[in-house]
Nanobody, 124 residues
Framework: QVQLVESGGGLVQAGGSLRLSCAAS????????MAWFRQAPGKEREFVAS?????????SYSESVKGRATMSRDFDKRTTTLEMNSLKPEDTAVYLC????????????????WGQGTQVFVSS
C-alpha cells in the first residue's frame, strides 16, 4: 500500500520561501515519478511540479511557479522536496504530493497515489 506523507506547510509572508517534503512508502521500485499539486479554495487542483525517479531526476514545472520553484528527490530515502521562493498570496493552497507508476500515466498527468496535503498560507 502506497503512503505519501507531506510536511512543511504553514504561514509564510509574501516574498518569503517555503520547503515542503513528501515521504513515500510502499512505492514500487519501478515507480516512475513524483509530483506536487495544489488546490486553492474554490479552485480546481493544479499541477505544480514533477520529478522522475530515474533519468537523472527530470523536472517539470507549471508556468505559475517556474523560476521560483525547485523540486528534488532522494531515491534511496524515497523522499521528494519542493522549495519555493518569492511567494505570493496566490500561492496559498493545500499542497498535495502524488506518485505515478508508469511513463504513460506520467505523460497523461494521471497520478494514482496521493497524500493528504499540507496547507500553505501566504500573507500579503
Amino acid at each position: 500500500q502506497v503512503q505519501l506523507v507531506e510536511s512543511g506547510g504553514g504561514l509564510v509572508q509574501a516574498g518569503g520561501s517555503l520547503r515542503l517534503s513528501c515521504a513515500a512508502s510502499g512505492l514500487s521500485l519501478h515507480s516512475y515519478a513524483m509530483a506536487w499539486f495544489r488546490q486553492a479554495p474554490g479552485k480546481e487542483r493544479e499541477f505544480v511540479a514533477s520529478i522522475t525517479w530515474q533519468s537523472g531526476g527530470r523536472t517539470s514545472y507549471s508556468e505559475s511557479v517556474k523560476g521560483r520553484a525547485t523540486m528534488s528527490r532522494d531515491f534511496d530515502k524515497r523522499t521528494t522536496t519542493l522549495e519555493m521562493n518569492s511567494l505570493k498570496p496566490e500561492d496559498t493552497a493545500v499542497y498535495l504530493c502524488a506518485a505515478v507508476d508508469t511513463y504513460s500515466d506520467y505523460l497523461r498527468n494521471d497520478y494514482h497515489h496521493w497524500g493528504q496535503g499540507t496547507q500553505v498560507f501566504v500573507s500579503s
